[in-house]
């Protein structure tokens, strides 16, 4: 079986550039999770997703962050416009229905560069 | 709020026992348990809930002090395999259903 999907895996920007990161959660799993991580923070959550629908995104740094989901196969996380500080490791992650969280299946990972 | 976990790094010679914990200053409805190794993703290792059910590694164990807000994790006769860096996420339960992951402990096994 397929597990989450990440595109891209590396991706080397400029300041001030737009930067879309894309996830394809495990089919059936009804909850997603951006997280971003870093060697000072850690692993922070960003926002998560229930149903396709935002739950929670006070994790969000400020304006330049959106996601979205449109449907149980796809979602978004952009930045724009970028700065080098957004430089970290994306991770996406899904769980299926369960009471609480259940267990969560991480992506490999988008790797970001802000020049 | 992130949870603390102690220590920050361990190193350990193979055969050796490790605990690491984890606390939260918040009422937690379950602990997490994720190990990542370098330049990979966090891979799941168990959940403890509330009340005491445990779902996960049958190798590693964990407790759960719901009182003290605490978690420990730990890993017996460790193998060369169990390096890594370990996480704990907690939940705080309905309205918070959330997974905040700790500050992370560095677990490095020698032969």
């Known amino acids: 079986d397929a597990g989450v999907i990440q595109s891209p895996r590396h991706e080397v920007t400029e300041m001030g550039q737009e930067v879309t990161l894309r996830c394809k959660p495990i089919s059936g799993h009804n909850s997603l999770f951006w997280y971003r991580q870093t060697m000072m923070r850690g692993l922070e959550l960003l926002i998560y997703f229930n149903n396709n629908v935002p739950i929670d995104d006070s994790g969000m740094p400020e304006d330049r962050f959106s996601a979205k989901m449109p449907n149980a196969s796809f979602s978004t996380l952009k930045i724009q416009p970028s700065e080098p500080r957004d430089s970290a490791v994306y991770f996406c992650?899904?769980?299926?229905?369960?009471?609480?969280?259940?267990?969560?299946?991480f992506g490999e990972g988008s790797r970001l560069t802000v020049l | 709020q992130q949870p603390v976990q102690s220590p920050q790094a361990v190193i350990l010679r193979e055969g050796e026992d490790a605990v690491i914990n984890c606390s939260s200053s918040?009422?937690?409805?379950?602990v997490h348990w994720y190990r990542q190794k370098h330049g990979e993703a966090p891979v799941f290792l168990m959940i403890l809930l509330k009340g005491g059910e445990q779902k996960g590694h049958e190798k590693i164990s964990a407790s759960f002090n719901e009182k003290k807000q605490q978690s420990s994790l730990y890993l017996t006769a460790s193998q060369l395999s169990y390096s890594g860096t370990y996480f704990c996420?907690?939940?705080?339960?309905?309205?918070?259903?959330?997974?905040?992951f700790g500050t992370g402990t560095r677990l490095t096994i020698i032969p």
């Open positions: 992650a899904s769980s299926p229905p369960t009471s609480g969280i259940g267990e969560l299946f």
């Open positions: 918040k009422a937690l409805y379950s």
């Open positions: 996420g907690t939940e705080g339960g309905f309205g918070n259903e959330k997974l905040t």
